[in-house]
């Protein structure tokens, strides 16, 4: 009797331990849904300003690298009528500037709304980032270009380099040149690679 009544009261606790662990691991894998829920939420979002310049993109300059680069992000995906802000850090390298200063111009397709100048910046340490935030807007779709001109002044020199940001609006042509490229099909395009 006794070890019959033992014997049914460790199947009852056994069972009670089983439902109990079915109730924890439901609830933990409830835990790991909501967990999940907050895996995909929007982080906090921080000043694009300050990013660091390495998580930037580098403008494209013509010259030989000198004594300042620039970098740039830009803020959302570019669309046609809406104003768009670009990000500029532009980046001292050498110790014996004395001044740095920046011009802003817009390329065709492009109407430059705000930040047309960075101003004046005297003896910027090397290593240091100057920002700016430059406002466009681009008129349609298509690939359009933002030039910055950096004027640098040294013990006893000057020099100007100039910079191209690439702006891809949309789908980067306007739909009617695309549609006119379809509708000439393949033919025009072999008699165009034939022309050149």
């Known amino acids: 009797m006794r070890t019959s009544t033992r014997t049914v009261w460790l199947l009852g606790i056994a069972l009670v331990l089983t439902l109990t662990g079915c109730g924890s691991s439901s609830s933990e894998s409830d835990g790991t849904a909501h967990g999940k829920k907050?895996?995909?939420?929007?982080?906090?979002?921080?000043?694009p300003a300050s990013r660091s310049p390495d998580d930037m993109v580098a403008a494209v300059s013509a010259g030989k690298p000198g004594p300042v680069g620039l970098k740039f992000e830009i803020r959302q995906s570019p669309q046609a009528g809406q104003p768009l802000d670009v990000d500029i850090a532009v980046l001292p390298d050498a110790p014996a500037i004395n001044r740095v200063s920046a011009k802003f111009q817009a390329g065709e397709g492009l109407e430059l709304v705000d930040g047309q100048q960075l101003e004046q910046v005297d003896k910027p340490a090397a290593g240091s980032v100057i920002r700016h935030v430059v406002r466009v807007t681009p008129k349609e779709d298509g690939i359009y270009t933002l030039n910055a001109t950096v004027s640098v002044d040294l013990a006893g020199d000057s020099l100007t380099r100039v910079f191209s940001i690439p702006v891809i609006v949309g789908d980067g042509m306007p739909e009617s040149t695309a549609k006119a490229e379809v509708a000439a099909g393949p033919s025009a395009a072999g008699m165009n690679s034939k022309a050149h």
């Open 38 to 47: 907050k895996f995909f939420r929007t982080a906090p979002t921080h000043d």
